[in-house]
Nanobody, 122 residues
């Protein structure tokens, strides 16, 4: 069984930075960050596979960086130059096998954390 716990969310002003963490247990070879704003569908933000290859949504490329510390079994999302439209609940997700081409599809992951809120004010 995989367990995921996010942390690091908060409120920042536009242009600011936050770093999210996701502490994991179990088989988490493929991991990703998703977000969901009120009234909107969940969308993939960034994903990383077991080889360390990454993929990003166009809306966050150049601003967000996904990384993983395998020794600590912790997934990170460094978010820079935040915009009000980045405001959402952010979730980490994990699965033993997810091809990176499908890495931003929420339905590909069996396990998901409870989420951490990110609010960006203008």
């Amino acid at each position: 069984q995989v367990q995921l716990q996010e942390s690091g969310g908060g409120s920042v002003q536009s242009g600011g930075s936050l770093k999210l963490s996701c502490a994991a247990s179990g088989d988490t070879r493929c991991m990703a960050w998703f977000r969901q704003a009120p009234g909107k569908e969940r969308e993939g933000v960034a994903a990383i596979d077991s080889d360390g290859d990454t993929t990003y949504a166009d809306s966050v490329k150049g601003r967000f960086t996904i990384s993983v510390d395998n020794a600590k079994k912790t997934l990170y999302l460094q978010m820079n130059t935040l915009k009000p439209e980045d405001t959402a609940m952010y979730y980490c997700a994990a699965d033993p096998v997810v091809p990176l081409d499908y890495g931003l599809r929420p339905g590909e992951y069996k396990f998901r954390g409870q989420g951490t809120q990110v609010t960006v004010s203008s």
